[in-house]
């Protein structure tokens, strides 16, 4: 395990896979992408980077795994690795300037930066030899490579009214798809982190708790959680 010092979260550990991903020069490149894109004109302040907020969702999304694994012992090393895994990645496509970049070529083919992200993903596991042989041993196949990438866009196969679309998961583990990227009710750990860092590097308050996920429930399928979090968001 690596140990990273985190100024929102504190003490953080990453796994060895999970650092051999952040190694590659595609991740790397996160570090010169500003979190909240031009924002730092009018908050001085605001210079932090996609790289250090996805880190922050890769360990949200490992400590709610940890929760949600006390309900429900079917809950995998390979289910855990694949959530944290879609957490560190999830924002892997993002162009200069974060969303400002989405809205100039965000029209062209259909493009979005969660599918970027995936093919990137991709990309670095086709050509590292030790990432893809690191994944292996986790367990990981190609269904599951596949599940990180339905986990980073979950839009693309999300419908109530078509029924369940997705192949990474089967409808049982529905919830799995409500951790980073959740259509159903918007509420996931990838809000959680940039509300938090948003807010400290901006210099503005902010309430949010996000413990108080990791103290939600698995009701038939889903993810619940106490009906004032929405509120608190």
Not at 72 to 89: E, N, R, W, Y
Not at 115 to 125: A, E, L, N, Y
């Amino acid at each position: 395990m690596t140990i990273l010092n985190d100024p929102i979260h504190g003490t953080i550990e990453l796994s060895p896979t999970c650092m051999m991903i952040i190694d590659t020069p595609e991740y790397q490149r996160l570090r010169n992408i500003k979190q909240t894109g031009t924002l730092n004109m009018i908050y001085p302040g605001a210079t932090h980077s996609r790289f250090e907020h996805c880190i922050g969702v890769c360990y949200l999304a490992g400590a709610v795994m940890d929760k949600l694994k006390s309900q429900d012992p079917t809950i995998s090393h390979v289910d855990k690795i694949c959530v944290q895994i879609a957490g560190l990645i999830h924002d892997l496509g993002h162009g200069p300037f974060s969303h400002l970049f989405d809205s100039v070529v965000g029209g062209k083919d259909n493009w979005t930066h969660e599918q970027m992200s995936f093919t990137i993903f991709k990309h670095i596991v086709e050509g590292n030899e030790r990432i893809k042989k690191s994944l292996e041993e986790e367990g990981l196949t190609s269904r599951d490579i596949n599940f990180i990438g339905e986990l980073v866009d979950t839009k693309e196969c999300f419908s109530e009214s078509e029924g369940w679309q997705f192949s990474g998961r089967g409808k049982d583990k529905s919830y799995l798809y409500e951790i980073v990227s959740n259509e159903r009710t918007g509420i996931d750990v990838d809000k959680f982190d940039y509300l938090l860092r948003d807010c400290y590097y901006l210099g503005v308050s902010c309430t949010l708790d996000w413990r108080r996920r990791t103290t939600s429930t698995i009701y038939s399928t889903s993810v619940c959680t106490y009906t004032a979090l929405p509120i608190n968001m």
